[in-house]
Nanobody, 131 residues
Framework: VQLQASGGGLVQAGGSLRLSCAASGRPFINYVMGWFRQAPGKDHEFVAAASWSGNSTFYGDSVKGRFAISRNNAKNTVYLQMDRLKPEDTAVYYC?????????????????????????WGQGTQVTVSS
């Protein structure tokens, strides 16, 4: 099973980027999918999660109102639309997956979740926001 993140890059403050995470090796129905990030010298930070149905979404406080998570289960892909980017959004962004068959549940993906608590954790993509 692999989670492959893409879409990172360099953008000016106020700009937008769209990250994608493609899951391969198994269908990700019944898996919550989400995003975390890690800035240099800091711990991993929860960014967003989408329940397996896609009907419920959850966000970290620092990105609410600016980022939007969505998923396409037919494509086994989760997206993160990032708008009004700030220099403090600079980080490596990782996608993660956690098994939870409840359609509206965030599973274990949330504030304080460690990498080891996730069923799957992908390689990251760098996002750099210049001021």
């Amino acid at each position: 099973v692999q989670l492959q993140a893409s879409g990172g890059g360099l953008v000016q403050a106020g700009g937008s980027l769209r990250l994608s995470c493609a899951a391969s090796g198994r269908p990700f129905i019944n898996y919550v999918m989400g995003w975390f990030r890690q800035a240099p010298g800091k711990d991993h930070e929860f960014v967003a999660a989408a329940s397996w149905s896609g009907n419920s979404t959850f966000y970290g406080d620092s990105v609410k109102g600016r980022f939007a998570i969505s998923r396409n289960n037919a494509k086994n892909t989760v997206y993160l639309q990032m708008d009004r980017l700030k220099p403090e959004d600079t980080a490596v962004y990782y996608c993660a997956a956690d098994y939870d068959p409840v359609p509206s549940s965030p599973g274990r993906l949330g504030v304080g979740t460690s990498k080891d608590e996730c069923d799957y954790w992908g390689q990251g993509t760098q996002v750099t926001v210049s001021s």
